[in-house]
Every structure is written in C-alpha cells, then in structure tokens.
Nanobody
Framework: QVQLVESGEGLVQPGGSLRLSCAAS????????MGWYRQAPGKQRDLVAT???????NYADSMKGRFTISRDNANNTIYLQMNSLKPEDTAVYYCNARRIVVTTPINYWGQGTQVTVSS
C-alpha cells in the first residue's frame, strides 16, 4: 500500500509558474512509474506526465516544453514544475503511483490538489 499526498496548490496568473509535490508514504524506488494526471470540471482525468524508476519521462503533447516532472527517490517525492501556465491548465492535479505485480498494474492515487490559472 502507498499513500500519496500532494501539495503546492494555488492560484496563479496566466504565464506564471507553480510547483507541485507528491510525497509517498514509503520508498518509491520499487514503484515502476509515477506520474501526474489532471481533471477539469466536467471532463475526464487525463495524463499530464509520467516518470519511470529509471528516470524516463513522458508528457502529454500540450505540456511538452512547459512542464517538467522529476523524481527524488531518496525523499520518496516527485515534483511537477509548471511554467507558462494557461487558463486551460486549471484543474485538480492527481499524483499516481503504479506498481507492476507480476503482470498486473496496481494504481495508487493521491487526494488531488487544485491549480487555478486566472487573471
């Protein structure tokens, strides 16, 4: 079992920056993939970015060049640095941890943190 706690929520103006953190309750060294997803009101939850335990990253197209995901295994934390924020980035951002047990993926989710981009 892994508990995930996000932090860093806030209100920011368009063009601004924000950094989200996700702290895990146990070592993330053995967690295959960690990532960020987001859900805007009335929409489905979508991928933002993922990072493997080997450090490989993947981003949704609209985030490439603006967002950076990073992973600190020593502190059991992942981060999402968000720059050049747009109003359409407004959403609840969720941290995800995915373990592969044999061939079965097991997903853990944080409670979500609100990001609002508005002038």
């Amino acid at each position: 079992q892994v508990q995930l706690v996000e932090s860093g929520e806030g209100l920011v103006q368009p063009g601004g920056s924000l950094r989200l953190s996700c702290a895990a309750s146990r070592s993330i060294f053995s967690i295959n993939v960690m990532g960020w997803y987001r859900q805007a009101p009335g929409k489905q939850r979508d991928l933002v970015a993922t990072i493997t335990n080997g450090g490989s990253t993947n981003y949704a197209d609209s985030m490439k060049g603006r967002f950076t995901i990073s992973r600190d295994n020593a502190n059991n934390t992942i981060y999402l640095q968000m720059n050049s924020l747009k109003p359409e980035d407004t959403a609840v951002y969720y941290c995800n941890a995915r373990r592969i047990v044999v061939t079965t993926p097991i997903n853990y989710w944080g409670q979500g943190t609100q990001v609002t981009v508005s002038s």
